[in-house]
T-cell receptor, first 112, second 112 residues
């Protein structure tokens, strides 16, 4: 079965600092999805990566999928308090984009 | 645009009672997913539908759980009888072709 490891489990950074969250799969990925969750709320879609070497950016968040399609990273530049939350990666290892396996999440706190 | 709508947002009930969770997917989406999120197990897929037909229910924990999708705009997840270990946040998500999954705000279920 699909195993998905996220690191770190939690992160506290000072406002303005950069940070990176990693997601590593035990299987080759057909697709990798990044979501953000705030307490008491649902998951907000951030980005979807499907091709090895693919990189996407939105505002100050950049996500990459490595060439072998087994690891993804999420990078936040100049973090802000609004970036605080739990970041989850979801893996599609069957090619259906339906049966996703999610990592355990990375809890991000941004201090002033 | 309206997102995925779930009701109720919170449910507290005694063990043995029947619980029904409801979901209205985004209009035009043809796939619907039910997830459960707990601290111990993270976010787990319970069942998903495509064009109102159940495709994979391998994540449904046991026969006490059932899900239906009578039409394209409504789905229910029912637990009967409920047990304290069913306490969790239940999410519904929907997606259209070649799109990522979009999540509702979840139902926080507490079984006493």
């Amino acid at each position: 079965s699909q195993e998905l490891e996220q690191s770190p489990q939690s992160l506290i950074v000072q406002e303005g600092k950069n940070l990176t969250i990693n997601c590593t799969s035990s299987k080759t990925l057909y697709g990798l999805y990044w979501y953000k969750q705030k307490y008491g709320e649902g998951l907000i879609f951030l980005m979807m990566l499907q091709k090895g070497g693919e990189e996407k950016s939105h505002e100050k968040i950049t996500a990459k999928l490595d060439e072998k399609k087994q690891q993804s990273s999420l990078h936040i530049t100049a973090s802000q308090p609004s970036h605080a939350g739990i970041y989850l990666c979801g893996a599609d290892s069957a090619g259906t984009a339906s049966k996703l396996t999610f990592g355990t999440g990375t809890r991000l706190q941004v201090t002033l | 645009d309206a997102g995925v709508i779930q009701s109720p947002r919170h449910e507290v009930t005694e063990m043995g009672q029947e619980v029904t969770l409801r979901c209205k997917p985004i209009s035009g989406h043809n796939s619907l997913f039910w997830y459960r999120q707990t601290m111990m197990r993270g976010l787990e897929l319970l069942i998903y539908f495509n064009n109102n037909v159940p495709i994979d229910d391998s994540g449904m924990p046991e026969d006490r759980f059932s899900a239906k999708m009578p039409n394209a705009s409504f789905s229910t997840l029912k637990i009967q009888p409920s047990e304290p270990r069913d306490s969790a946040v239940y999410f519904c998500a929907s997606r259209g072709d070649a799109q990522p999954q979009h999540f509702g705000d979840g139902t926080r279920l507490s079984i006493l």
